[in-house]
């Protein structure tokens, strides 16, 4: 649910001649969901989902479930709960259609029986239980491959079916997208207020480009190049080759009663270390033949017919990110500027995007014996110190 500013909240009232730009309602046929199974969840997505041309890759036994906190006790949306089109010119210039959003013009909140971070915490952990099995499962070597769960706000549904069509459309049909960008205000909020409120200190600053590249022999992965800047040669310094991260959970929360919404997501990337000589040669090639550019999505360009090298690797898209890291013993908050272009689809997005990552459950999860109960506690205070500091907005898609 994305937030829409209090000057766009307009509810239709009996006797207004305007019609047209009355929101439309919760479709009728989500509702009878909620009755028969408070705990809806969506079926799990396919191993790789495509959005255009962007693959984003799922592991074989992953999660991807959805649900809402905030509804009365009958388990249905409040009627002050509304499905109604939001302009957005990312979505515009990659789907061609403005996705839909969940909005709640009463600032009342349902008074709920149990608390939301509780609600949520025990919708999740059996979820989060069986995922993380998974990744330990595939006994790979956890030095290489880095697990991590993180927190991200806010979101936003995508209607994929025609247009017109909201009214017919079950939840089965619904896309979701996780759409990132805040406002400054929102973010300039999390670095002076929040930052300080939830005890997390100030760790360094990057700046970085994320340099990737398809491989001809892995068609369903991409490859990530972590490259800092050498500024006297104004070049790139290639420090780090990941594949592309593998999510393994993927849980997003309509939070009703706020005005941001909340994805928990575990996911896991491996870096690359035995890349042969060759390889290694290749890919240098392509790092090496960068331009540095700022007057380009991405800030980076190459020489016509230098994008790809050695028959095996391309040029496919790229990100030039500045990120300042903020931890603390159990948290660690990543507040990130981050411009992107993507070659294949030649779309381009700049944004400011908000991470937390919850590392102490992460590494509880590690151990031989998780205890279950220790890993419930702790994601219930997690999930207390997000709904308390970081669901909350004040300008957002106006």
């Not at 709640?104 to 509780?118: A, C, G, L």
């Not at 989060?128 to 769960?149: G, Q, T």
């Not at 496919?316 to 990543?334: C, P």
């Amino acid at each position: 649910m994305a937030y829409i500013p209090p000057h766009k909240r307009h509810s239709y009232h009996a006797g207004s001649s305007d019609r047209h730009n009355r929101p439309s309602p919760i479709p009728r046929s989500l509702v009878p969901q909620f009755r028969r199974n408070p705990n809806l969840r969506l079926p799990p997505k396919p191993f790789s989902q495509r959005s255009g041309k962007i693959i984003y890759n799922y592991a074989k036994q992953a999660i991807s479930t959805w649900f809402p906190v905030g509804l009365d006790h009958n388990y249905q949306f409040p009627s002050s709960v509304h499905i109604d089109p939001v302009p957005l010119q990312f979505f515009e210039r990659t789907r061609r259609r403005n996705p839909l959003v969940l909005y709640n013009n009463n600032n009342n909140p349902v008074e709920q029986v149990r608390s939301p971070w509780v609600y949520i915490a025990e919708n999740v952990v059996s979820d989060l239980l069986s995922s993380f099995e998974n990744v330990k499962n595939k006994k790979l070597n956890l030095e290489d491959v880095k697990p991590k769960l993180v927190a991200r706000s806010p979101s936003i549904s995508e209607d994929t079916t025609r247009r017109g069509l909201a009214a017919e459309t079950t939840l089965s049909q619904l896309r979701r997208s996780f759409y990132t960008n805040i406002p400054n205000s929102y973010m300039e909020k999390i670095k002076g207020e929040v930052a300080q409120k939830i005890k997390v200190d100030f760790e360094e600053e990057k700046d970085l480009y994320h340099v990737k590249l398809s491989d001809a022999t892995l068609p369903n992965s991409d490859i990530s190049c972590k490259c800092s800047v050498i500024k006297e040669d104004k070049r790139l310094q290639l420090y780090k080759i990941e594949l592309h991260q593998v999510r393994h959970m993927v849980i997003d929360i309509s939070c009703l009663d706020k005005n941001l919404d909340l994805r928990l997501m575990l996911s896991t990337k491996r870096i690359l270390t035995a890349l042969t000589d060759d390889e290694m040669q290749s890919i240098r090639s392509l790092i090496n033949s960068a331009i540095l550019d700022p007057d380009v999505k991405g800030g980076l360009r190459w020489p016509l017919g230098r994008t790809s090298s050695g028959g095996r690797y391309c040029v496919v898209g790229v990100w030039h990110t500045i990120a300042k890291d903020y931890k603390s013993s159990s948290l660690r908050l990543k507040v990130r500027h981050a411009d992107r272009y993507d070659f294949r689809t030649s779309t381009g997005e700049a944004t400011r995007e908000i991470n937390l990552k919850l590392k102490n459950i992460v590494s509880l999860l590690q151990e031989q014996e998780v205890e279950v109960s220790l890993v419930s506690e702790m994601l219930e205070d997690h999930l207390r110190l997000i709904w308390d500091h970081f669901l909350c907005c004040e300008h957002f898609l106006s």
